[in-house]
């Protein structure tokens, strides 16, 4: 099994959304991606809480999937691909980590 770990720091305002509003339409397009992706075994999404230190990550995406090739297929597919473009427009900053079990 491989686990798919990424943490997404956001902009204050961007897309004419709040950092807040962001992070809310960011979980649920990820989450939604199980519904379409059938290589994702799990997929959870945490926003970071408001009073957090200003210095953590906003988004933190934790996934399963059976294999590397499971995890290709899903960070090639057209819908996490989409959902991507979007992160990409809002984040400051990405760290990952995949590890296998």
Same mark, same amino acid.
């Given at each position: 099994?491989?686990?798919?770990?990424?943490?997404?720091?956001?902009?204050?305002?961007?897309?004419?959304?709040?950092?807040?509003?962001?992070?809310?339409?960011?979980?649920?397009?990820?989450?939604?991606?199980?519904?379409?992706?059938?290589?994702?075994?799990?997929?959870?999404?945490?926003?970071?809480?408001?009073?957090?230190?200003?210095?953590?990550?906003?988004?933190?995406?934790?996934?399963?999937?059976?294999?590397?090739? !499971?995890?290709?297929?899903?960070?090639?597919?057209?819908?996490?691909?989409?959902? !991507?473009?979007?992160?990409?427009?809002?984040?400051?900053?990405? !760290? !990952?980590?995949?590890?296998?079990?």
């Amino acid at each position: 099994m491989i686990k798919h770990i990424v943490f997404f720091a956001l902009s204050d305002q961007a897309e004419g959304k709040t950092k807040l509003e962001n992070a809310s339409y960011i979980k649920q397009e990820l989450e939604n991606l199980s519904k379409f992706i059938p290589e994702i075994q799990k997929i959870e999404v945490g926003i970071n809480i408001p009073n957090a230190p200003k210095t953590d990550f906003d988004i933190a995406l934790y996934s399963e999937f059976e294999s590397f090739d !499971a995890l290709n297929n899903y960070q090639i597919h057209p819908m996490h691909l989409k959902v !991507a473009a979007y992160i990409t427009k809002v984040k400051t900053n990405r !760290a !990952a980590v995949d590890y296998e079990v």
